[in-house]
């Protein structure tokens, strides 16, 4: 077949180093560490031996760091799905996986994945760690709710949102060491649909201290997961 990229490397990500090739002979193959140093001496290797394309596998999030180097120094890249470019079977060593890619990409036989722009993937970070925050957020409250059945403190009986202005309050008074029912009935909102008294019948606690500390340590993990920075 015809080569169509002459100045081809290709690299087997790994965890803990990377194997580069630039061509199919045993001294064509170099193995790099992971750290930034490693990186730069990769690129400045590439870069002596007339490198200008480079193909390389997806492999996790091990690729990410490497790829931004290997850009940022101008290379074409080619970022490949690994089900594109497995070794034939019984042949697999690192050196033989990125020589088989080099070679691959040397003969134009591979394609690389679709990748968003900088701006987009940057959104996509933060909106993908939002939503991480939302479903953390989402478990500690029901956590919360449990303790507080658990106390037999009905709170989610009397007010539509225990994460709400009325709930909240009345959680934080909790775990100040409050246990008057009138006292907590009246940290009740302006907007709330129920009573002081009927508030007040359901926060009558059994004061078990194991369940007490349960519900203060999910409060703090609250507050650290429902900052208004990012729940704007």
């Keep these: ?103 691959l990409h040397s003969l134009g036989l591979l394609s690389s994945s679709f990748l968003p722009d900088l701006a987009t993937e940057q959104l996509r970070t933060y909106c993908r760690h939002r939503t991480s925050l939302l479903e953390t957020s989402a478990m500690i409250t029901q956590k919360m709710q449990q303790y507080l059945r658990l106390l037999n403190l009905r709170l989610d009986l009397v007010v539509k949102d225990v994460c709400g202005l009325t709930g909240m309050s009345i959680i934080e008074a909790i775990c100040g060491g409050e246990t008057n029912p009138q006292t907590l009935a009246a940290l009740r909102h302006g907007g709330c649909h129920k009573s002081e008294e009927e508030i007040a019948k359901a926060l009558q606690s059994n004061g078990r201290q194991d369940y007490l500390f349960g519900l203060q340590q999910e409060l703090d993990l609250y507050k650290s997961s429902a900052s208004p920075d990012w729940a704007v």
């Design 1 to 103: 077949m015809e080569v169509l990229h002459r100045h081809a490397a290709g690299i087997d990500v790994g965890s803990k180093s990377h194997f580069v090739v630039i061509g199919q002979k045993p001294e064509d193959v170099k193995e790099f560490g992971v750290y930034n140093e490693d990186l730069q001496e990769l690129v400045k290797w590439l870069q002596e031996n007339e490198v200008t394309t480079v193909a390389m596998e997806s492999t996790g999030t091990y690729w990410q760091s490497l790829f931004t180097v290997l850009q940022q120094a101008g290379l074409e890249l080619y970022l490949c799905n690994g089900k594109f470019t497995k070794n034939i079977k019984g042949r697999k060593t690192d050196v033989q996986d990125c020589q088989w890619i080099q070679k």
